[in-house]
T-cell receptor, first 115, second 116 residues
Framework: LAKTTQPISMDSYEGQEVNITCSHN???????ITWYQQFPSQGPRFIIQ???TKVTNEVASLFIPADRKSSTLSLPRVSLSDTAVYYC????????????????FGTGTLLAVQP | DAGVIQSPRHEVTEMGQEVTLRCKPI?????LFWYRQTMMRGLELLIY????????DSGMPEDRFSAKMPNASFSTLKIQPSEPRDSAVYFC??????????????FGPGTRLTVL
């Protein structure tokens, strides 16, 4: 099962682009990479998901190199409200029917955005 | 849309007591997940259901923990007897489709459990 590793914390300033990298050396062929955001006293919230190359939505981009051993969440022009913990999630399929899966959350990265 | 509803939001109990946490998933969602979050271990998946059937409970820490989903709109996580090391925030999440792999999970606000 793919284990993920993220930096414990990162600091940034408002208006900057922030890139958070997640390492998943043992990722399997059918695994997907998903990022969640969590504010204090709230449950995690989905940000973005990808399999390979680049995925972009209205809030973030996800870059996945060809070997897929890592992924980078990119947050453009962060604001104070982006201060949160960001989790990298690798979803491992154990059977192709999708009935049995393992969800492995990373340790999370605390992003602190300062004015 | 009310989102995932969990109750109670806070629970304080004494060691040895039975604790029952409740979850109402988003209407129309077919999968339900129970997680536990602590500072030491982070966010851990305990068990998940698909169409009310438990699919994977390998994350349940021990026999003191049990989960049920009697219908599509209700699930419980029970700890009996509770121990101080069970103190954590317990999250319930639901997703629309059957694919744990690709379907977005929507989390509830969590239940903060303190066992004295």
């Amino acid at each position: 099962l793919a284990k993920t590793t993220q930096p414990i914390s990162m600091d940034s300033y408002e208006g900057q682009e922030v890139n958070i990298t997640c390492s998943h050396n043992n990722i399997a062929t059918n695994d997907y990479i998903t990022w969640y955001q969590q504010f204090p006293s709230q449950g995690p919230r989905f940000i973005i998901q990808g399999y390979k190359t680049k995925v972009t939505n209205e809030v973030a981009s996800l870059f996945i190199p060809a070997d897929r051993k890592s992924s980078t969440l990119s947050l453009p022009r962060v604001s104070l409200s982006d201060t949160a913990v960001y989790y990298c999630l690798v979803t491992t399929v154990l059977d192709y029917g999708g009935a049995t899966n393992k969800l492995i959350f990373g340790t999370g990265t605390l992003l602190a955005v300062q004015p | 849309d009310a989102g995932v509803i969990q109750s109670p939001r806070h629970e304080v109990t004494e060691m040895g007591q039975e604790v029952t946490l409740r979850c109402k998933p988003i209407s129309g969602h077919n999968s339900l997940f129970w997680y536990r979050q602590t500072m030491m271990r982070g966010l851990e998946l305990l068990i998940y259901f698909n169409n009310n059937v438990p699919i994977d409970d390998s994350g349940m820490p021990e026999d003191r923990f049990s989960a049920k989903m009697p219908n599509a709109s209700f699930s419980t996580l029970k700890i009996q007897p509770s121990e101080p090391r069970d103190s954590a925030v317990y999250f319930c999440a639901s997703s629309k489709g059957p694919s744990v792999l690709t379907d977005t999970q929507y989390f509830g606000p969590g239940t903060r459990l303190t066992v004295l």
